[in-house]
Structures are given as structure tokens and as C-alpha cells.
């Protein structure tokens, strides 16, 4: 019962893999499938065939 609480806040979960994403500028990440889900108007579009597969090396390149 205590789930549904939670589940409002701003923590986006992978649809293919159920892990979490990691938010970058445009995109939120799943590191697991190497997927990049595309952000709209600030609403994250989590569909997997809206998913952009990551380059490899771009797991790494998290500095800022
Ligand atoms: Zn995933």
C-alpha cells in the first residue's frame, strides 16, 4: 500500500529492463540496454521503439 506513494516521485524507470534511468540533458538513460529515451517538452517518452540506442564509449562520458 505503501508503494503507490512512491511511485509519484521523479524517479523513471527503464520499460524494457524495470531499472533506473539516469537523467541527462535531453534523454533519459538506461545503462543496462544502452538505450536513451528522448524527452519532450520536458515528459520523458518511454517507449521502446522511441528509444535511441546509445554509441558504446557513451557510458563513460558522464563528466560535467
Ligand atoms: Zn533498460
Redesign the pocket.
Known amino acids: 500500500m505503501d508503494g503507490q506513494a512512491l511511485a509519484r516521485a521523479e524517479v523513471f524507470v ?1 520499460p ?2 524495470k ?1 533506473a534511468l539516469a537523467a541527462a540533458a535531453e534523454a533519459l538513460r ?1 545503462a ?2 544502452r ?1 536513451a529515451y528522448p524527452v519532450a517538452d520536458g515528459i520523458p517518452v518511454l517507449l521502446i521503439d522511441e528509444a535511441m540506442p546509445m554509441a558504446s564509449g557513451d557510458l563513460s562520458s558522464s563528466s560535467e
Do not use: I, K
Request: with cysteine; glycine share 12%.
Open positions: 527503464c524494457r529492463c531499472g538506461c543496462a540496454c538505450l
